[in-house]
């Protein structure tokens, strides 16, 4: 149980509130719905050793390539590198994640999924490397700190589900999607609870708008907690495990929700040990060790990878 992130993502989400100008870590832009056909993906790794940041760079599904290079890139991040103290816990990671896309991301506790994760909304603040999200770039290199892009402006394109759901205790199932889009979205109260209302049916639970937190199970929290990102239509969606605070037979109606959304053309990167879900989802499969990108690959990547750490890891969860 992650007690100390879930402390921490509270205490961001509380601090940003009280700002009142950005909402939870979910936050928006404007509708501007993605394409539903992915484009082609390329997702490069290199080694703490390596310098330079070409080192492996993978083009799939060529076929589609029919549009400008980077025309649909909704995130980007190239040779990431972070420190909490003295340990260096990403060793440069490359992740490219194009508009419709479904990235998965796997590995084992500790190996550095939840900090690339939260990355990529700024919730960590990467020590070297580039992140560009919609063209704009927010990391630390190349760009001198005067020309990168605003945090606040980030979190607003980027939603961003947590394993510990993170809803407001004090506030009905509605208000704590309400609270969301007026605060972030600036939507007047009817605007709201109109929009908050269609948001909560979309993940069937409308006759559930009027429950508090303690009086939904986890699965539907979670699902609350989904409702609330999705409302305040974010450009791309992550979710860190989004599933594994939940008793066994609640994790399908939150997986249901989650293959709604990835069918309505929703970009996506999800940190999962759901395996069969991932199988399922996942245009691209990020194994994941030690702070690197271990393995990588499109559908079929659970069949057909030959790594010989992913098959184990692989084979320990499947
Ligand atoms: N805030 C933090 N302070 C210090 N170490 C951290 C912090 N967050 C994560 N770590 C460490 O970074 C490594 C990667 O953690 P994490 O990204 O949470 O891995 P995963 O999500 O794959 O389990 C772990 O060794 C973890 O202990
Ligand atoms: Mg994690």
Redesign the pocket.
């Known amino acids: 149980m992650g007690g100390t992130d879930e402390a921490r993502d509270h205490a961001h989400e509380d601090a940003t509130w009280r700002r009142g100008d950005v909402g939870v870590v979910a936050g928006a832009a404007p509708r501007e719905m993605m394409s539903a056909a992915p484009a082609p993906t390329l997702i490069s790794e290199h080694s703490p050793g390596n310098s330079g940041p070409a080192s492996v760079a993978t083009p799939v599904d060529e076929g589609q390539s029919a549009l400008p290079e980077g025309e649909h890139v909704v995130v980007e991040l190239q040779g990431i590198r972070k420190s ?1 103290g003295s340990v260096e ?1 990403l060793h440069g990671v490359d992740v490219t994640v194009h508009a419709g896309e479904h990235v998965v991301i796997f ?1 084992p ?7 690339l994760l939260r990355t990529i909304n700024l919730l960590e603040q990467p020590d070297e490397g580039s992140l560009r999200v919609l063209g704009v770039e927010y990391g630390p290199a190349p760009c001198p700190k005067a020309e990168r892009g605003n945090p606040l402006e980030l979190r607003r394109r980027v939603g961003m589900v947590f394993q510990q759901f993170n809803l407001f205790p004090h506030l009905s199932a509605l208000e704590n999607v309400t609270l969301a889009l007026r605060r972030v979205k600036r939507l007047s109260r009817s605007a709201a609870d109109e929009r908050a209302a269609e948001a909560l049916e979309s993940v069937g639970l409308l006759r559930w708008a009027a429950h508090y937190p303690s009086q939904l199970s986890g699965g539907q929290q979670q699902r609350v907690a989904i409702a609330r990102a999705v409302s305040l239509d974010p450009k791309v969606m992550l979710f860190d495990e989004p599933t594994s605070a939940l008793d066994p037979e609640l994790v399908g109606e939150v997986l249901g929700v989650m293959r709604k959304l990835a069918e309505s053309g929703m970009t996506m990167v999800i940190v999962t040990h759901e395996l069969n879900f991932a199988r399922e989802i996942g245009d691209m499969n990020v194994f ?1 060790e030690d702070g690197e990108i271990v393995e990588f690959g499109p559908r079929g990547f659970f069949d057909e990878c030959t790594n010989a750490r992913a098959r184990e890891f692989i084979g320990s969860v499947l």
């Open positions: 909490f816990v590995g506790s500790g190996s550095g999924k939840s900090t994941m």
